[in-house]
């Protein structure tokens, strides 16, 4: 193939009790882009619409993620690279490891495959690098390999997939506000209390068993986190009503998308995701800030072919 088009997904990472190692992709929010070979041995970012991002590929998360790649491969190739976003970066759902992972797997699959899944994710990690200062892959592996994605490992690399139970569905909200990641983590304790790690851990093992087992009660009772989320939650315009209003509408659990300012919803069930949209919506319509709001199945397969 000389050209491929792509569709991107947004992810919600961490899911409370996951920081930075836990990730599930969307399928209903997501850019596209088009990569091209070039004869120029160059890679260039020659389109971007939907937001002002920067074309240098050594400053845009897609041309570094590119870079890492062929520079791996040792391949001169050069690629064209259109990028039409409809993440808005700085929302919380991913937009720059969509880029990043898109970019990616395109170019492998332009170049005959010559890369795992797995490998992609190490690839895209270093565009998430660009943006926030930390080579995380809680978005990147979800939006590659499509449904939850654990990381076990940053040194020596390793993700696992995990199960996708069939009723889930997750509802986001965004205020359209932003909020950078690298700033969000700026704010982050860098040493926690023995007693909130063990919480943390129990949460995350028992989330991870939920998945396996089905158990939606199970996975509502575990996305709990009092590590991250008491200092980020406080950057999210009315987060404690937000939580109150889905829960009282019988969201399984509710927390930050990835650093914000999203929030998200799971859900068991399309009509339970139904209330709950519409009660996040009509409280926020009540408020003076913009904001878009989805819901959607988990995406199974992650960056498809268009």
Not at 55 to 78: I, R
Not at 192 to 203: C, E, P, R, Y
């Amino acid at each position: 193939m000389e050209k491929i088009e792509i569709f991107a997904p947004a992810t919600v990472a961490n899911l409370s009790c996951g920081f930075d190692v836990l990730g599930c992709c969307l399928d209903s929010i997501g850019d596209t882009m088009i990569v091209r070979k070039n004869q120029i041995n160059e890679i260039r970012i020659t389109k971007i619409t939907g937001q002002d991002l920067p074309t240098d590929p050594l400053q845009n998360v897609a041309g570094v993620a590119v870079y890492a790649l062929l520079k791996e491969l040792g391949s001169q190739q050069g690629f064209d690279i259109e990028i039409h976003k409809k993440i808005k970066p700085g929302s919380g759902i991913g937009s720059s490891a969509a880029s990043s992972a898109g970019a990616v797997f395109a170019v492998n699959k332009l170049l005959d495959e010559p890369f795992k899944p797995v490998d992609l994710v190490r690839f895209a990690m270093t565009g998430e690098m660009l943006a926030s200062g930390n080579a995380h892959a809680d978005n990147v592996a979800p939006a590659i390999l499509g449904g939850f994605s654990l990381v076990r490992s940053y040194e020596p690399f390793e993700v696992l997939s995990l199960p996708v139970p069939g009723d889930l569905r997750v509802v986001v909200l965004h205020p359209q506000i932003e909020i950078k990641t690298r700033d969000s983590r700026s704010i982050i304790k860098q040493n926690i209390s023995l007693k909130s790690a063990i919480n943390q851990w129990g949460n995350l093992a028992a989330f991870i068993s939920a998945l396996y087992t089905n158990d939606y009660e199970l996975i509502g009772r575990s996305l709990k986190d009092e590590i991250i989320e008491p200092v980020r939650s406080i950057l999210i315009p009315y987060f404690d009503d937000l939580n109150g209003v889905a829960m009282d509408k019988g969201a399984l659990g509710f927390g930050i998308s990835g650093s914000g300012p999203s929030v998200f919803a799971l859900c068991k069930g399309e009509e339970k995701a139904r209330d709950v949209k519409q009660a996040l919506s009509n409280f926020f319509s009540t408020k003076d800030i913009a904001f878009d709001i989805h819901s959607s199945t988990i995406n199974r397969t992650g960056i498809k072919i268009l």
